[in-house]
């Protein structure tokens, strides 16, 4: 299959990428993040100075497809005038105050609407800047709620094997990376893990029915909470499709019962929706897609479509109520949390989802771009296709019969030593991960359509071909 002219464009001046003395490398200061610095030492840093819909140029003028949205962010898509003058307008009334005891228009009017857009009964809003403090956040509001109702020694937390939930010490700890937390270990002690939902990796007994094997996998959690000792036990965090390890959804079943088991041993169920929530899944919370109703939603990353930073934390009127009495406060806040630019730009992007109806266009085509991506099941080096929505992880193999995957150095040799660095020759941005087995992940905007996944999957056919004649 050829190429469109902007890939063919893209490989041929692309060039060595080695840069002569006289040449800015671009990470003279700056330490970019989960980056293996050495790389840029004698190598220009891609740099990408402008976007427009789905697509981002660099500072030599070549064009890539932002199959990523950014990092799962930019939902509504690059270079919306709407949100950039959202921010200015705030900006040029109250740049800034914070929500330290007082609040601002904008972080009323937003924590409403979040409100009233949740599952259930998730209607307190507790703002931050980002991902990980939206999970710090929960995970000390369970803390104190155990504290303020007279289970004191409930604070453990359940997570998932290879789920990522941020980089900042406690929500490091609730990760299940391991070589991201080695170089700082001991972490927040109290956390522990269970299995994820990889039904392409399921164990024997449940590897042939899904229903069974979500069963299976919610009651590993039940076990986890058995043998910590449910009175030692605050919470579980889950994503609603787990992100690090190539898009686990939950197969069926699997919520229905984590909520049961969650409800008997009195344990709070955190549904970390950094990504799913605010259309990546065609819903606007990843709950609402699975039909289960968390005890809190940890959120970020699409509420403002990435114009302006933000975190929110939703958490439920039962889980707030114990906070609502006397002397009682939550000591836990940051200062830029609640921004009210960045409130007013989610106002904004909130507007624009429902004048744009874009959950309608994630859910009119969900199907044709799984469709799609499944085109790439011919190649040899495609194992396994999964997601939901516009989330979808793509399993790289040695042997698609027997699901054989790449060891180490192969991994290191093939995913981040050619495929990573070929698609985004091809033009092409998007993720190729080795937290779990080896992964291609593609998260469009929210705003692509058929055009936009055929150029997915003509680079990624063209990469992964590739790939498979270095093996
Ligand atoms: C599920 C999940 N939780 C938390 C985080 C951390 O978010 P942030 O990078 O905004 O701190 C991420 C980031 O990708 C995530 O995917």
């Given at each position: 299959m050829s190429l469109p002219n902007s890939t063919l464009d893209n490989l041929a001046d692309h060039g060595s990428g080695v840069a002569d003395?006289?040449?800015?490398?671009?990470a003279e200061h700056l330490w970019m993040h989960?980056?293996?610095m050495s790389t840029y030492a004698t190598t220009p840093v891609p740099t990408i100075e402008r976007g427009e819909g789905a697509y981002i140029w660099d500072t030599q003028g070549r064009k890539y497809l932002d199959a990523l949205s950014g990092l799962f962010v930019v939902q509504a898509g690059h270079g919306r005038g709407e949100l950039a003058d959202a921010a200015a307008a705030q900006a040029r009334k109250l740049a800034f105050f914070p929500v330290w005891s007082f609040a601002t228009p904008p972080a009323i009017e937003l924590a409403d609407r979040l409100a009233a857009l949740?599952?259930?009964?998730?209607?307190k809003v507790f703002f931050s800047t980002g991902g990980a403090e939206a999970v710090e956040t929960a995970w000390k509001v369970a803390k104190q709620f155990f504290r303020l109702t007279g289970k004191p020694g409930k604070y453990k937390v359940i997570s998932r094997a290879i789920a990522y939930h941020g980089t900042t010490q406690g929500a490091l700890s609730i990760t299940g990376v391991p070589p991201f937390k080695a170089p700082f270990?001991?972490?927040?002690?109290g956390t522990f893990r269970a299995p994820n939902t990889n039904f392409y990796r399921?164990?024997?007994?449940?590897?042939?029915d899904e229903k069974q094997f979500g069963l299976w996998a919610a009651n590993r959690i039940e076990e986890a909470i058995l043998q910590e000792g449910p009175d030692t036990v605050a919470a579980v965090f889950v994503e609603?499709?787990?992100?690090?390890?190539g898009c686990f959804p939950p197969p069926p079943g699997y919520f229905e019962r984590l909520r049961e088991i969650c409800d008997t041993y009195d344990v709070l169920l955190v549904s970390?929706?950094?990504?799913?929530?605010?259309?990546?899944?065609?819903?606007?919370?990843?709950a609402q897609k699975y039909d289960y109703i968390p005890d809190i939603i940890t959120s970020a990353k699409g509420l403002t479509s990435g114009y302006s930073p933000l975190g929110a934390t939703l958490i439920s009127d039962r889980v707030f109520e114990p906070f609502n009495?006397?002397?009682?406060?939550?000591?836990h806040g940051y200062t830029?949390?609640?921004?009210p630019v960045s409130c007013a730009v989610a106002l904004a992007n909130l507007d624009l989802f429902e004048r744009e109806d874009l959950l309608g266009n994630v859910l009119r085509n969900e199907n044709p771009f799984r469709q799609t991506l499944e085109k790439?099941?011919?190649?040899?080096?495609?194992g396994n296709i999964r997601g939901d929505g516009f989330f979808y992880g793509i399993e790289l193999v040695?042997?698609?019969?027997?699901?054989e995957t790449f060891d180490k150095a192969d991994s290191e040799r093939?995913?981040?030593?050619f495929v990573s660095g070929a698609l985004y020759e091809a033009g092409l941005y998007c993720r190729a991960d080795d937290r779990g087995d080896p992964v291609v992940q593609v998260a469009p905007p929210l705003i692509s359509d058929q055009a936009i996944f055929d150029e997915i999957e003509q680079k990624l056919r063209y990469v992964l071909d590739l790939a498979w004649s270095k093996i």
């Open positions: 003395d006289s040449v800015r490398t671009g989960f980056t293996r949740s599952p259930g009964d998730l209607n270990e001991p972490l927040v002690p399921a164990p024997e007994p449940v590897a042939h609603p499709v787990q992100y690090a390890g970390d929706e950094v990504i799913c929530a605010y259309g990546r899944l065609g819903t606007m919370f990843g009495h006397g002397n009682v406060s939550f000591p830029f949390g609640g921004h790439l099941y011919d190649l040899p080096i495609v040695r042997d698609q019969a027997t699901r093939i995913l981040r030593g």
